[in-house]
């Protein structure tokens, strides 16, 4: 610590005397150093003070792993979200295409053994709506012709993602069924 005194000025000595001062001065402990405080009755004290050093910085460690969750969400969430937006959206421009109504209504002919006609599809999240299905049945069968209008069908999620929806309630609003006098035998119901 500086003297107190304001006229006090250090002395003066050359690059010699202070390099015998360092060589004359105890060894120091690890780290520690002599430290001389004077205290206010004029007495003077030393402490031995070591300096504090830290190997483990919480601070720091802490900092440089929410550095790296940050970089990590950013390189790889980003970009998954990203993928998985684009899937969505391709998705859903699938299912609202033509295609996928010509490819439905064949598998729906194919299921039911009728020829199959879905006028009107509308995909939303998880809800399929068509407002005309039209069934042509075949000769001699007793459908004739049956027409249905609006359709609404709640699918599963897992439906997007496979060739095969698992519809969990089916709505129809109305339907008309036209049928044929069967020929041949007939037997009563």
Same mark, same amino acid.
């Given at each position: ?16 005397d202070m ?30 003070r070591k ?51 010509? /490819? ?5 002919? *194919?299921?039911? =053994?009728?020829?199959? $006609? ?5 995909? @939303? &999240?998880?809800?399929?709506?068509? /407002? ?5 049945? *075949?000769?001699? =069968?007793?459908?004739? $012709? ?5 359709? @609404? &069908?709640n699918f ?34």
């Amino acid at each position: 610590m500086p003297p107190t005194d304001p006229n006090h000025k250090p002395q003066p000595f050359s690059v010699d005397d202070m390099m015998d001062r360092l060589k004359a001065r105890p060894e120091e402990r690890g780290s520690s150093r002599i430290v001389t405080r004077e205290v206010v009755d004029g007495r003077s004290v030393e402490v031995v003070r070591k300096r504090k050093r830290r190997t483990h910085q919480p601070k720091k460690e802490r900092e440089k792993r929410l550095t790296r969750m940050k970089r990590l969400t950013l390189f790889v969430g980003l970009p998954l979200l990203l993928v998985i937006v684009a899937l969505v959206v391709t998705t859903l421009f699938r299912y609202q295409s033509e295609s996928f109504r010509a /490819t439905l209504s064949d598998r729906v002919s *194919e299921m039911l =053994g009728v020829r199959t $006609e879905i006028r009107r599809l509308q995909v @939303k &999240g998880v809800i399929a709506a068509t /407002t005309n299905i039209l069934v042509t049945g *075949e000769e001699g =069968g007793l459908l004739k $012709e049956a027409e249905f209008g609006t359709i @609404k &069908g709640n699918f599963a999620p897992s439906s997007f993602f496979s060739s095969n929806w698992i519809v969990h309630n089916l709505e129809i609003q109305s339907g008309n069924f036209v049928l044929h006098k069967p020929k041949g035998n007939t037997t009563a119901f």
